[in-house]
């Protein structure tokens, strides 16, 4: 059951992260909550290569954590040594939005970053 829990909250931070960065392709003003907060109001259109990346990268993780953890019935049959670099990424996320300059970017992805990483690890080591 608690394993269910964690997954999903997972999940739904990855969903949230993901749309957060469709928001910004988009054009959404949100510049201030992303990239060290540099940027006020919609991210330039060079810019905005940084988020589409991150949808993919974002993307990925999701669909091995629903295939590790068959929450749905995907069988994409990932290597289990990805799990390792998605806790690592969760790491390095945790620390860049630790110090960033951003007091917004800082108060919206600090606690989310640090969930998704204590999720991630508490899932991903069991399967």
């Known amino acids: 059951m608690l394993f269910t829990i ?15 960065q469709v928001g910004l392709v988009m054009g959404k003003p949100w510049g201030e909550y992303t990239m060290g907060g540099y940027t006020k109001g919609v991210l330039p259109g060079k810019l905005r290569i940084a988020p589409l990346i991150s ?8 669909l091995f ?3 590790k953890t068959q929450i749905l019935s995907i069988n994409f049959n990932f290597p289990d040594f990805i799990k390792w670099f998605i806790i690592g990424f969760n790491v ?10 951003s007091k917004k970017e800082r108060s919206l992805w600090q606690p989310i970053t640090i969930i998704m990483l204590v999720t991630s690890f508490a899932i991903l080591i069991q399967v």
């Open 6 to 20: 964690l997954t999903v909250i997972n999940l739904a931070l990855l969903l949230f992260t993901i749309l957060f």
């Open 55 to 62: 949808i993919l990268i974002i993307s990925f993780f999701a």
């Open 65 to 67: 954590t629903i295939d």
């Open 92 to 101: 390095l996320a945790v620390i860049a939005n630790s110090i960033t300059q």
